[in-house]
């Protein structure tokens, strides 16, 4: 079943916040199972350079700030980019793009899901964003991806 809303494909956000990104591999399922994650990951940089685009590194900094967004949609069971420009100015990025997700059974159908989706397309292409997080909680799932 698809389950995107287009009212909320597209987030960006700028903010001039400094910080220091970490490096590690941080988005899991809430039963220890990365591979969601990290399938949806390979598709996308797969899919960016099938286009022309560089592939974007996985940052746990921002993986963690992805589940933590997913986790709270779970909680209130809406899709939402409530508190973007919060995680935003947490990423120590200046800008950054965020797709969310619901009710795919697998990462390669959320991945066409958000392909087939102008909006969510674009956030997947932007050639200004250089890292990206994913985070799963339950059946949510975020996208973050940061200049």
Same mark, same amino acid.
């Given at each position: 079943? $698809? ?18 990104? @970490? ?19 390979? $598709?996308?940089?797969?899919? @960016? ?13 921002? +993986?963690?700030?992805? @589940?933590?967004? =997913? ?19 947490? +990423? ?14 697998? =990462? ?8 087939? +989706? ?11 964003? #250089? ?6 909680? =339950?059946?949510?799932? #975020? ?5």
């Amino acid at each position: 079943m $698809l389950a995107w809303i287009p009212t909320v494909a597209l987030a960006i956000a700028a903010a001039n916040f400094g910080g220091t990104p @970490r490096n590690a591999y941080a988005a899991t399922k809430p039963d220890g199972d990365g591979y969601y994650a990290e399938r949806l990951g390979e $598709l996308v940089n797969q899919y @960016r350079e099938q286009r022309g685009a560089r592939p974007l590194g996985v940052e746990g900094a921002l +993986s963690a700030l992805a @589940r933590e967004h =997913s986790v709270a949609m779970a909680k209130t069971g809406r899709l939402s980019h409530d508190e973007f420009p919060l995680r935003v100015r947490r +990423s120590g990025y200046r800008m950054c793009v965020e797709n969310v997700g619901w009710n795919y059974r697998t =990462s390669d159908a959320q991945f066409d899901g958000w392909r087939r +989706s102008p909006e969510h397309n674009r956030n997947l292409l932007d050639a200004r964003v #250089t890292r990206m997080g994913i985070g799963v909680a =339950s059946d949510y799932v #975020t996208f973050i991806a940061c200049q």
